[in-house]
């Protein structure tokens, strides 16, 4: 090693700044703690908005070729430091960022522990006080793959523009299916629950669950107006406990009031007065201790309210201020566990489906049932539907039928099976025409008739989602969830170009460098490639027992490194065209699990990030921890993946606990650098990204953390994807 190089061996720095009598927190445990994050409360987001640019100068100072960088060989270098300058110490525990000239690195502090990011010997200096601007690039949503059907009911409308409507993660979709084009209302801050349509059918209500903002992240309606997406009013704040689980406009009145019910224990239904500028309520009542799954005003008689849930259908009366309540009697009948829908008859009939899979009548103004049509579906019917032209419609969640009524509840014989790879039925609407909408249990949506044939036009994953890698020349993309599923899309066609169901739920996944393989890694420690033509297994392998958190092939598809959650990162060389595999070492040296691999443009460095905020550098083929700071400091590296680096520091908020950014990615220009972070939100800066409290542009639309970011090959677009929520997002970049 030269003499005049910085160690860079152990994982730990001996800084020349006195160690302080109180000690930093012991580095946290990380192995055995579960594959999935726990989700996190937050009171203070980031809003959606486009921040004015600070005037003040910000780019760090570089100095030339010829005046390097003096090199001290008394210190020993790392990403780690336990040297504490009380200083720098806040009131709230957190602590300034630094840049120390003479070694030549900017130390940010994590959960209180610092962290040295190294800059390229031509940084002269850089200034931790200034604020570095936004990019001038933003980002625009202009799709968004995916469709809450696996546990949400009442999602899915056609609307007299021509549109459906749903819902997935905190956006609501109006998806044109023959122009191929969406537009979103983003107003909501969280998971959105629930949708009603108005009757002037320009105007909408929608729910959302506790979110992150400390105010509008409470569980709140939003009604608001599909022409120009303006939202007119917002209901609520601070009146619901848990989510709004259902609601409805009333419809005799021409939509002046709206139903409402809280998810909480007591499950509260209120009725609100919209028809002055201001919304008020009317009154509130307890509903029931049991899940409520459905409340609907009735379409011909004034003031009734129907409800249905876990053991209940309840016909509610709304007089003089208050509700009375009537409950279903069933008589003879078996009383289902779950009331699971209901519909109305054109002659007032109030129809309802249940988890026996019966289906019973309800006459208009009546608590008992006077027809009863038993064992329609195997397992629940999760909707009823009665089409323009008075035919019902009714749909299993378990045997995935749909089955055919004549309007005098008679089976007309007309009935179709969903294929077992998207699902059960979860919702049934009137589409255009004819035509039947079809939501199902696998978060995918289907258009077409009874009687021929039903075509996806939405599809998407339903499990946590992690896994995405976009084509390195095409504009296409792929993810890879917990369901096991793995897509390839069309960012232009906007669609599923194929798909593969794997044995093991899947993490994550990297393209070959002329994209004929695909490696994708499991959480089960095995990991596989897949032929993108055959879409066939090509090899596969395990390493350990635990989740593969990184895949990445080398620039010239020489290795696959593959960072594993038991802390070690596996090294194969690749060869055959991406089709042989052989293990030529791993990389041990992180003491928690490594999160963010990046490879050197020669392909013969490695850099790491880990759970416990270290930053590592490895040689390949010898699988070896570089310990060189002069090697490394002044590499290209071909990608941007690391959250850790001295070109991402700026991406860390204050205060920030080392899981509040869970991926970056610079653009292939070097321009820009996306960030996904824990509050469910889309960050953009400008790259390089090495002032610490960099200004950024921030896009809303996922409402759980958002996992993963990634540009297209030709930066003209940015996917996205949402942990829990299940969704993809593709941005513009405009």
Sequence with gaps: MDSTATDLSNGMLSDSVAQSSSALPSKPNFRGTPTRR??????????????????????????????????????KWSSMSNSLDSS???RDGSRDPEWRAEEG??????????????????????????????????????????YRGRDCRSNLYYLSTGEIIYFAAAAVVLHNVEEN??????????????????P??????????????????????????????????????????????????SRLDGGNQLVVVDDANDHVMSVWDLSKSHPKKITETKSSTEPVLAAEFHPL??????????????FWTLEGGSLAKKTGIFDKHDKPKFVLCVAFAENGDVISGDSNGNIFIWPKGNNRISKAIEGVHEGGIFSVCVMKDGTLLSGGGKDRKIVQFDSSYTKTGVETEIPENFGGV??????????????TTRNCILQGTVDLQLNPIVQGHMDELWGLASHPSQHQFMTSGSDKQVHMWDSMSRSVVWSKELSDPAHSCSFYPDASVVAIGTETGRWLVLDCETHEIVTSHTDGNEQIECALYSPDGKYLALGSRDNHIYIYEVTEGGKKYSRIGKCSGHSSFVTHLDWSTDGVYLCSNSGDYEVLYWKVPACKQETSISAVRDLEWATGNCTLTFNAAGVWPEGADGTDVNNVCRSNNKKILASADDFGKVNLYQYPCCQPKAKKHVYKGHSSHVTNVSFLFDDSRLLSTGGRDMSIMQWQVV
Excluded at 301 to 314: A, D, H, L, P, R
Excluded at 426 to 438: A, C, D, E, T
Aim: hydrophobic letters at 30%.
């Design 105 to 146: 690195y900017v130390k940010i502090y994590l959960r209180g522990r610092a962290i040295n990011l190294y800059a390229p010997t031509s940084v002269e200096n850089v200034d931790v006080t200034s604020v570095a601007d936004p990019p001038s690039e933003k980002l625009q949503l202009e799709w968004v793959y995916g």
């Design 38 to 75: 726990a989700e996190k409360a937050y009171s203070s987001p980031l809003d959606n908005a486009h921040i004015t640019p600070n005037k003040r100068p910000t780019t760090p100072t570089h100095r030339s070729a010829a005046s390097p960088r003096t090199n001290t060989p008394s210190k």
């Design 181 to 198: 084009t969406q537009r979103h209302y983003l107003g909501h801050t969280d998971d959105v629950k629930c949708l009603a349509i108005h």
């Design 88 to 90: 720098t110490l806040h």
């Design 426 to 439: 979860r919702m049934l609407n009137q589409g255009k025409g004819g035509m039947v909408l079809v939501g």
């Design 301 to 314: 008689e004034k003031g009734n309210i129907i409800t249905c849930g876990k053991g209940q259908i309840s």
């Design 200 to 249: 002037d059918q320009v105007r909408v209500a929608t729910g959302q669950v506790a979110g992150h903002d400390q105010k509008e992240g409470k569980p709140h309606v939003r009604i608001w107006d599909t022409m120009n997406l303006n939202t007119l009013h917002v209901i609520g704040i601070g009146d619901f406990d848990k989510a709004v689980s259902c609601l409805s406009f």
